[in-house]
């Protein structure tokens, strides 16, 4: 009953907001979208009653949530009191054809494999285990996310600073019955599969989508993670939505896709504080853009706040605030920064460093099983047979360069940003840009075209 | 029709030449295969969320637990302060597996407060926590000369993570 009450939470929340920013998909988009949109909200709630000292009482907690989502369908409720049969019309579309159901049972398998063991297994995690997962655990108890926990000696981990986030959403599912918390990945799993599998479905022919979006399932770091809560996992999927929505904006202009794309990367910085270095990193982009629009150099310096205010603001209060004026034991982040920033010996060898490592190894092959080498000869053949690429193609590819190089330069500003760690994990970050890259690959368009156009010759046998 | 069934063939054939693939099929099978069979034999039998947590967490837990339970038998005060030996100590001393966990995984465990050699404040430690051949002892501390010479017998051990 529970899951049910947090999932139509969760949903209404999500579709407010996404009303707000004036987004419409049909329904097999706005579904999951929501659903993602409306667990970041709620990891949002108990830290901001935290934040005001409000105790954290299951009344207090799910009564934010409520108030969350009433709040933000307002609109809602008024348009469907004029209208109420608007929700027939998102219905309309839903289509599964028969090739689609093997790439539907496989993936079925094994997200059903990685919610079940999200649901029955406690957190393992050494990250979580000592620090956000027992601050949360004690948080329940003690109705405070500042507890005792912090009273006990913390010399031997950082884990305690971490992003809330983690933290809220485990005492949101631990008051509503779960005691391992967890589900809440669960729900961002398989919101962002069945979503993923839309888009790609939009873009390519279904047989080519679900073979890509298997592809993407089946890399091991990334699978691992689906089952496993920590931080990369959802900022790896807020990330990517927020870049789809920049992309899509840099596409056909829409502001709706802007804000949306500023939510998303806001999000991606709540969870982890380091991603406003990638942020950056993407203004270029949307700087191009804007002169293409013949946006002024004034204009330019708006459009940036605007773009990274979001980002900025949950940097801030996470990490500023929250840590150096809320917890008891204070974490100086400036302490941590590499005093010989400019020798760039040690830079060239981070990257030098991912690529054999991590990316060209066995370890490698463990890591990502064979996605980016299927990338890597995708774009090899893409620049040899059709000697340009896509603007699609090149945005995702942009996207790639920049968190390839944003985790060497993270590398190299922090040297607790471990290879073997913390840029492994944040690596992950590419996998689903991978994927998207490969759906806007001229080769693969062109198979899903010819694939389409040998289908529709006489076929309309469709399962509905 | 014939054009459908045809590319459900291919759906198949495709999947099935992934999974087989190189390392994918390793994984396959080390992973998700057997996740389906722990989920077929954890759904016919659940067991407590003790036991989950028993097997799950392995012996560090199950040693924490012991020292839960040595406490309160011992009549302890639950805010006592337990000094740790050093993993090292366990390592290159005793020549056994046993690892420790920090003591922000004991408090997450046990709600029991524990210390390093090397931790700040660890002038306090109330109790040094033993463990020879499985079993858990807990010996107070009753002068600042005992630390010290427990602490001067576990210097050259580090602690570990």
Known sequence: ?464 | MKKTWLLTLVSILTICCVLCFGYNRTWFIDKPVLYWQAFVRESAAHASREDVRRARYGAAYAFCMTIKDSVEKGHIKKDALLLFEPNGYYKDSLHTDLHMPEPALLYYYTGLRGLWINSPGVGNANYLVRIREGKVTLEPILSDGQLKRILDGYRKFTPML
């Open chain 1, 1 to 464: 009953m529970g899951i049910v009450l947090l999932t139509c939470c969760h949903f209404f929340s999500g579709y407010g907001l996404l009303k707000l920013f004036r987004l419409q998909y049909k329904l097999l988009v706005m579904v999951p979208l929501a659903m993602l949109a409306g667990v970041a909200i709620a990891s949002l709630m108990p830290f901001i009653l935290q934040l005001v000292y409000c105790p954290l009482y299951p009344g207090t907690v799910f009564g934010a949530l409520t108030m969350a989502c009433i709040l933000l369908n307002i609109n809602n409720f008024r348009a469907l009191r004029a209208s109420p049969w608007r929700w027939k019309r998102l219905l309309r579309g839903i289509r599964i054809r028969l090739y689609e159901i093997p790439y539907i049972l496989i993936l079925a398998f094994l997200v059903w494999v990685s919610v079940w063991r999200c649901y029955y297994l406690p957190p393992t995690s050494r990250d979580a285990l000592s620090g956000p997962e027992a601050i949360a655990e004690y948080a329940v108890r003690e109705h405070t996310m500042i507890n005792s926990f912090f009273t006990t000696e913390l010399s031997t981990t950082n884990n305690q600073f971490k992003s809330p986030f983690l933290i809220s959403l485990q005492v949101i599912y631990k008051m509503a019955g779960y005691p391992f918390g967890q589900v809440w990945l669960s729900i961002i799993f398989v919101s962002f599969t069945l979503l993923l599998y839309q888009w790609l479905k939009t873009a390519v022919h279904p047989v080519l989508g679900g073979l890509l979006l298997l592809l993407l399932t089946i890399t091991p770091e990334m699978y691992a993670y689906t089952l496993m809560v920590l931080y990369d996992y959802s900022n790896t999927v807020y990330l990517f939505l927020g870049l789809y929505m920049l992309i899509g904006y840099f596409d056909n202009k829409r502001s709706a896709l802007f804000w949306s794309a500023t939510f998303f990367m806001g999000i991606a910085t709540y969870i982890r504080s380091e991603t406003l270095v990638l942020l950056v990193l993407f203004m270029p982009a949307l700087w191009i853009m804007r002169r293409r629009e013949g946006t002024s150099f004034l204009g330019l310096m708006w459009w940036t706040v605007l773009f990274l205010l979001p980002s900025v603001l949950c940097y801030y209060v996470t990490v500023q605030l929250y840590n150096n004026h809320y917890l008891p034991v204070h974490y100086d982040v400036s302490a941590q920064v590499n005093q010989r920033l400019m020798e760039l010996g040690p830079l060239f060898r981070r990257y030098k460093d991912i690529i054999t490592e991590l990316v060209v190894s066995a370890f490698g092959v463990r890591l990502w099983g064979y996605l980016m080498f299927v990338f890597a000869g995708l774009l090899l053949a893409e620049l040899v047979v059709m000697r340009r690429l896509t603007r699609a193609g090149r945005n995702w590819l942009y996207a790639i360069v920049v968190v390839f190089g944003g985790l060497g330069l993270l590398g190299h500003l922090l040297p607790l940003f471990s290879l073997t760690d913390s840029t492994k994990r944040g690596l992950m970050k590419v996998a689903p840009m991978m994927v998207f890259y490969m759906c806007n690959n001229q080769l693969i368009v062109r198979l899903s075209h010819w694939i389409r156009r040998w289908e529709e010759a006489s076929a309309d046998d469709v399962a509905r």
